[in-house]
């Protein structure tokens, strides 16, 4: 496996169920992030990591809970969720926070809640 | 004051023609620009980017003209291929580029044969 992967690609589940969502990278970086693409909305950075630190949460409802055990590996925990959470979820790593640091997305998790 | 405003939404050119795509700007402290590219079933991926001290910048067949007074930037694409079929997302950010992007809604580009 070479960039950012992430699994599962395709989520579905009801408003009562706890799912997660994985994100790998194998490219050496030590910042890592979650967004959230909605159509025709712009990308929301949602969480940020700086070796496995927390340096970001955007406001962002506690029905998401993110965990980062490793710079390698990033998870986001889902319980709880609303139909408007509805969404394509995008992990994204960087060999650094600071500018010029290009980000390197995965393919994404659609997630659609029921 | 935080947004970018990008358009069109969607946008149909012929192969070989030349796709423009807009985006503008409030913010004066944005000094970063990229450009987005995102496949159906990809992630996006850093196409071309642009500092506010150049006007335009080149890269093969893509290339980003800049207006600092009109605070607007834009993509154009020359000799667009079925390959350059795909979401196009600019992108702005103040302090030389830091990992808080403020994004653009996406242009939805299909290259007919």
């Known amino acids: 496996e070479t960039g950012v992967t992430q699994t599962p690609r395709h989520l579905v589940m009801g408003m009562t169920n706890k799912k997660s969502l994985k994100c790998e990278q194998h490219?050496?970086?030590?910042?890592m992030y979650w967004y959230k693409q909605s159509a025709k909305k712009p990308l929301e950075l949602m969480f940020v990591?700086?070796?496995?630190?927390?340096?970001e949460n955007n406001s962002v409802p506690s029905r998401f809970s993110p965990e980062c055990p490793n710079s390698s590996h990033l998870f986001l925990h889902l319980h709880t969720l609303q139909p408007e959470d509805s969404a394509l979820y995008l992990c994204?790593?960087?060999?650094?926070?600071?500018?010029?640091?290009?980000?390197?997305f995965g393919p994404g998790t659609r997630l659609t809640v029921t | 004051q935080q947004q970018v405003k990008q358009s069109p939404q969607s946008l149909i050119v012929q192969k070989g023609g030349i796709s423009i795509i807009n985006c503008a700007y409030e913010?004066?402290?944005?000094?970063?620009f990229p450009w987005y590219q995102q496949f159906p079933g990809k992630g996006p991926a850093l196409l071309i980017a642009?500092?506010?001290?150049?006007s335009e910048k080149k890269e093969g067949r893509f290339t980003i003209s800049f207006n600092k007074s009109a605070k607007q930037f834009s993509l154009h694409i020359m000799d667009s291929q079925p390959g350059d079929s795909a979401t196009y997302f600019c992108?702005?950010?103040?302090?030389?580029?830091?990992?808080?992007?403020?994004f653009g809604t996406g242009t939805r580009l299909k290259v007919l044969a």
């Open positions: 994204a790593s960087s060999q650094a926070l600071a500018g010029g640091y290009e980000q390197y």
């Open positions: 490219l050496g970086h030590n910042a």
């Open positions: 990591y700086n070796f496995k630190e927390q340096t």
């Open positions: 913010n004066t402290a944005f000094d970063y």
């Open positions: 642009i500092r506010p001290d150049v």
């Open positions: 992108a702005a950010s103040k302090d030389s580029g830091t990992y808080k992007y403020i």
